[in-house]
């Protein structure tokens, strides 16, 4: 697979953005979905700003405080034998691994926009900031999906309750509707189909599982992009391979004359994210049609293995102009890159397997 | 809380019902939703079935085939020290206890009928036999809403891929028609609310979590019954108390001039099952107006205590006739077991605290 990364790669990263909050830093400037409105190209930036802790052995926790609309900060010391502080996302429970109960910094959603789609600039307030209680710890990897004249941004809303996904629209990226909470926790990496099907719409799903399954992708449909079901199991991750630990969608699927294009990221246990390619059905996108076995894009530039969260390339949002697509994504998270594909390749490679 | 438990009980145990497969043993007849159909009194039955093992040291795994329509056995030996098997109704893997790998019995959902609510007879068939993949270990936990002239039955639906929500709605209980997976997984104890409110279809579900949040009460609304979205935290769990593990719906709410009232259970984390009570607004579910501090039911007959997952009591179901509620309750994870409650002493001790 060709991959074109942008000469200008990182395009964004933590030190071009100014931190929204007094005493904070931004650690990750990433995750953004994709948009064309008017002439330009804008990205929902994931915005993670961590509160600055002068002492190493404290670790700090931000959480958004829906009452005073001001940021409350929980405080741990590092040498508390109750929590675990490895991951430097997060803290958790010493007897419970596998969840946690802060993250150490909030992220929001903040717009860059650009003429050229290689040179942004970041507005300086936020467009997306937690706005309920479901987003106490914070808006977290925005996708865009434009239907007709609207856009549609769903996003995972992070608080003690759980992870859910929430859609808000918007027709000018100034103000927006709030659509509720689409699909209930614990859910991520939502992606909604740019039209309807047989007068359906569709959306690719991430739940995560507790009791039994694994971190895969499902399809569902609606018939008003607010209320979902149909929920069907569509893509498992595969063992022994680049994605055995977890898979989630990536881009808004692609529609081409051989079925709907989906890109998505998949992962190892060990958190190594690379983008593989997937083609469904265009009349039934719950049939899919191929599957690629290798990724169509591996952690390789530095700025792509180096960073808050290393080994890590995670495709949110695409520009589709006849055979090139570019696709935006967040690097390590930490920064944006850009890279242009062949789609005809992408489609090639799928059928070489 | 003066409960009248029936002098029958338990009214439905499993030496009652006879095995669908041979080489099995009925364990389980117990978490039935109830409904009132022409002059009968209809329990959908949970029958949980598991191949006999002549030798104490071979545990067996039924799954159900959908290509061959027949039953798959998996055997395990007991000393494999890769699995755990102290929960006598799964198999879990040693380093992963808060999963299962397989359940040692299949579920599937067989109709018991009544004309006095007393004494039951048990269809010879199967009312709702697994019929695709996502429900290959089992049928679980119906219950059923009347609507109008359709009687709407969602029930859980297990599978290696997850724990799934799904519906069918029958006007005879004897066909159905399939309208889904409705709630994604992780999901259980979905109670569909028997009216719309304010144009829109409600219903209490209760999402399991990964990552972040507990066993909590959720509410979602709907325009159709298949398609849900808005999802809304209601009712969490609660800290020191009887149901400081987990929670979830119980009967289909019932309208009271004071509001909706939830009857729900709630368990530890050692798994003793009780049942709660709460008071939702008429006109808007999603608001919680009271709910019990003390459980409105616990067990305590020698049927709830012991049986094959003892002291439990589990409501899926009940039929009001003014002040008077009867509550058909699964107990044990074994048998069915009825009681007469009122209305209005639930409600009394609702205003009590």
């Given at each position: 697979?060709?991959?074109?990364?942008?000469?200008?790669?990182?395009?964004?990263?933590?030190?071009?953005?100014?931190?929204?909050?007094?005493?904070?830093?931004?650690?990750?400037?990433?995750?953004?979905?994709?948009?064309?409105?008017?002439?330009?190209?804008?990205?929902?930036?994931?915005v993670a700003e961590?509160?600055?802790?002068?002492?190493?052995?404290?670790?700090?926790?931000?959480?958004?405080?829906?009452?005073?609309?001001?940021?409350?900060?929980?405080?741990?010391?590092?040498?508390?034998?109750?929590?675990?502080?490895?991951?430097?996302?997060?803290?958790?429970?010493?007897?419970?691994?596998?969840?946690?109960?802060?993250?150490?910094?909030?992220?929001?959603?903040?717009?860059?926009?650009?003429?050229?789609?290689?040179?942004?600039?970041?507005?300086?307030?936020?467009?997306?900031?937690?706005?309920?209680?479901?987003?106490?710890?914070?808006?977290?990897?925005?996708?865009?999906?434009?239907?007709?004249?609207?856009?549609?941004?769903?996003?995972?809303?992070?608080?003690?309750?759980?992870?859910?996904?929430?859609?808000?629209?918007?027709?000018?990226?100034?103000?927006?509707?709030?659509?509720?909470?689409?699909?209930?926790?614990?859910?991520?990496?939502?992606?909604?189909?740019?039209?309807?099907?047989?007068?359906?719409?569709?959306?690719?799903?991430?739940?995560?599982?507790?009791?039994?399954?694994?971190?895969?992708?499902?399809?569902?449909?609606?018939?008003?992009?607010?209320?979902?079901?149909?929920?069907?199991?569509?893509?498992?991750?595969?063992?022994?391979?680049?994605?055995?630990?977890?898979?989630?969608?990536?881009?808004?699927?692609?529609?081409?004359?051989?079925?709907?294009?989906?890109?998505?990221?998949?992962?190892?246990?060990?958190?190594?994210?690379?983008?593989?390619?997937?083609?469904?059905?265009?009349?039934?996108?719950?049939?899919?049609?191929?599957?690629?076995?290798?990724?169509?894009?591996?952690?390789?530039?530095?700025?792509?293995?180096?960073?808050?969260?290393?080994?890590?390339?995670?495709?949110?949002?695409?520009?589709?102009?006849?055979?090139?697509?570019?696709?935006?994504?967040?690097?390590?998270?930490?920064?944006?890159?850009?890279?242009?594909?062949?789609?005809?390749?992408?489609?090639?490679?799928l059928d070489e397997?």
């Amino acid at each position: 697979m060709k991959i074109e990364r942008f000469e200008e790669n990182p395009l964004i990263t933590p030190t071009d953005v100014m931190p929204l909050h007094e005493g904070y830093e931004v650690i990750g400037a990433f995750n953004g979905g994709v948009a064309e409105y008017n002439d330009e190209v804008i990205l929902l930036l994931r915005v993670a700003e961590r509160p600055i802790s002068e002492d190493p052995s404290i670790i700090k926790a931000p959480v958004y405080n829906t009452l005073t609309k001001t940021m409350d900060i929980i405080s741990f010391d590092i040498n508390d034998h109750a929590y675990d502080f490895e991951d430097p996302r997060m803290i958790r429970k010493k007897d419970k691994l596998d969840s946690f109960v802060y993250l150490t910094s909030l992220s929001y959603i903040r717009i860059a926009r650009s003429k050229d789609g290689h040179h942004f600039t970041i507005d300086d307030e936020a467009f997306l900031y937690p706005f309920n209680n479901y987003q106490t710890y914070g808006i977290e990897d925005a996708r865009c999906t434009k239907i007709e004249d609207n856009y549609y941004i769903n996003f995972s809303s992070v608080s003690p309750v759980g992870v859910c996904d929430s859609l808000v629209m918007t027709k000018d990226f100034k103000t927006y509707e709030d659509l509720g909470n689409i699909f209930a926790p614990e859910n991520k990496d939502v992606l909604i189909f740019p039209e309807k099907i047989n007068g359906n719409y569709y959306a690719l799903h991430r739940p995560s599982l507790k009791s039994i399954g694994n971190y895969d992708i499902w399809i569902a449909s609606s018939p008003d992009l607010q209320s979902w079901g149909n929920h069907q199991h569509l893509l498992g991750i595969r063992e022994q391979s680049w994605e055995n630990g977890r898979i989630g969608g990536g881009l808004v699927p692609i529609k081409t004359a051989q079925g709907w294009l989906v890109i998505y990221h998949g992962a190892t246990p060990e958190h190594r994210y690379c983008m593989g390619a997937a083609l469904l059905d265009l009349a039934d996108p719950t049939i899919v049609l191929k599957r690629s076995k290798k990724p169509i894009m591996e952690p390789d530039a530095l700025y792509e293995k180096n960073g808050f969260f290393g080994d890590v390339v995670f495709g949110c949002g695409g520009i589709v102009e006849g055979d090139k697509l570019t696709m935006y994504y967040g690097v390590a998270d930490t920064s944006m890159a850009g890279c242009t594909l062949s789609i005809k390749e992408i489609l090639r490679q799928l059928d070489e397997e």
